[in-house]
């Protein structure tokens, strides 16, 4: 296994920004340090999407790479599962 397949990670495609780029969230929850209630945030990704193949609401697996631009630094390894959505 390269240290390229270590990195990837599945996340959820929230929106196209514009020719091959796409903004990719990444949900986690935490839990509340005094109440203990657990919370659900995300992380939004810049992802560079060379073939333009992903749509919103698709699953896809990123991994770092090089800088594309300021906030693109993520680039999409595949699609894992389309969305119902079309």
């Known amino acids: 296994m390269s240290q390229d397949a270590k990195r990837q ?30 919370l659900r945030r995300q992380t939004v990704l810049g992802v560079h999407d060379e073939a333009n193949e992903a749509a919103v ?15 693109k630094k993520w680039r999409l390894v595949k699609v894992v599962k389309k969305s119902a959505q079309r």
């Open 9 to 38: 990670t599945e996340a959820v495609v929230i929106g196209r920004t514009g020719d091959k780029s796409i903004k990719a969230s990444i949900g986690y929850t935490l839990s509340h340090p005094k109440y203990g209630k657990f």
């Open 57 to 71: 609401g698709d699953t896809i697996s990123i991994a770092p790479s090089r800088p594309y631009s300021k906030t």
